[in-house]
């Protein structure tokens, strides 16, 4: 295994502090020492702690917007869709949990200009969500009578929740919990057609690992 970067060494003292002590209690001083690097480094990486906490928050929201694009541009219809973007938002956590647990505790310490970055990554991805079940209500694979805006923000609700309680060592992995929340999901959203299409059910199928 290659040696960690000095960033990545240094990221991840921070998010350990910050997660334990929060934003403000520790210093630049707390995390060279965490990290076992020196200033020099840290200033080379990062202008500020300020500057850290933006790139902590950005990673996991480019990480999913990246997969949603993957999904949208890899699968031809909403449900697909739908389930992949459900699944790799999941996934998510088995390599960003401690990222999204700084992102809920510390995001109003961001600096106006960062969070307002933060902000457009978010908007974006609840609008790449926002379309695609309006898409599977148009084409008739998703229940009419759900409210698009209700129905993507209960995904949300349900999928960010997951950072208070997923523990790598537990009963499920990441990849059995990801079956999980996207069976829940999609059987509460289709339509009974879509629900028993065959073209879905063998892609739904061929995707489960439980």
Same mark, same amino acid.
């Given at each position: 295994?290659?040696?960690?970067?000095? $960033?990545?060494?240094? =990221?991840?003292?921070?998010?350990?502090?910050?997660? @334990?002590?929060?934003?403000?209690? #520790? /210093? *630049?001083?707390?995390?060279?020492?965490?990290?076992?690097?020196?200033?020099?480094?840290?200033?080379?990486?990062?202008?500020?702690?300020?500057?850290?906490?933006?790139?902590?928050?950005?990673?996991?929201?480019?990480?999913?917007?990246?997969?949603?694009?993957?999904?949208?541009?890899?699968?031809?219809?909403?449900?697909? $869709?739908?389930?992949? =973007?459900?699944?790799?938002?999941?996934?998510?956590? @088995?390599?960003?949990?401690?990222? #999204? /647990? *700084?992102?809920?505790?510390?995001?109003?310490?961001?600096?106006?200009?960062?969070?307002?970055?933060?902000?457009?990554?978010?908007?974006?991805?609840?609008?790449?969500?926002?379309?695609?079940?309006?898409?599977?209500?148009?084409?008739?694979?998703?229940?009419?009578?759900?409210?698009?805006?209700?129905?993507?923000?209960?995904?949300?609700?349900?999928?960010?929740?997951?950072?208070?309680?997923?523990?790598?060592?537990?009963?499920?992995?990441?990849?059995?919990?990801?079956?999980?929340?996207?069976?829940?999901?999609?059987?509460?959203?289709?339509?009974?057609?879509?629900?028993?299409?065959?073209?879905?059910?063998?892609?739904?199928?061929?995707?489960?690992?439980?």
């Amino acid at each position: 295994m290659p040696a960690k970067s000095t $960033k990545q060494r240094i =990221t991840e003292a921070a998010l350990k502090l910050f997660e @334990e002590f929060g934003f403000h209690a #520790v /210093t *630049v001083d707390k995390i060279v020492q965490e990290s076992g690097t020196s200033k020099g480094g840290f200033y080379h990486n990062f202008k500020s702690k300020d500057e850290l906490l933006y790139t902590i928050h950005e990673s996991f929201i480019s990480y999913i917007i990246d997969k949603a694009h993957q999904a949208h541009a890899s699968w031809s219809t909403p449900a697909e $869709k739908l389930y992949e =973007t459900v699944h790799s938002f999941v996934r998510m956590f @088995e390599v960003y949990q401690a990222h #999204v /647990t *700084v992102f809920y505790q510390e995001s109003l310490y961001l600096s106006p200009v960062y969070f307002d970055s933060i902000k457009k990554k978010r908007d974006r991805y609840k609008d790449m969500m926002f379309s695609v079940v309006k898409e599977g209500k148009q084409q008739g694979e998703f229940r009419h009578e759900l409210p698009v805006p209700i129905t993507s923000m209960a995904i949300f609700g349900m999928i960010n929740w997951t950072y208070k309680w997923y523990k790598a060592e537990g009963e499920y992995s990441i990849r059995e919990i990801a079956d999980i929340y996207a069976d829940l999901i999609m059987q509460a959203v289709l339509t009974e057609e879509a629900r028993n299409n065959k073209d879905y059910q063998r892609f739904f199928l061929g995707h489960k690992v439980m």
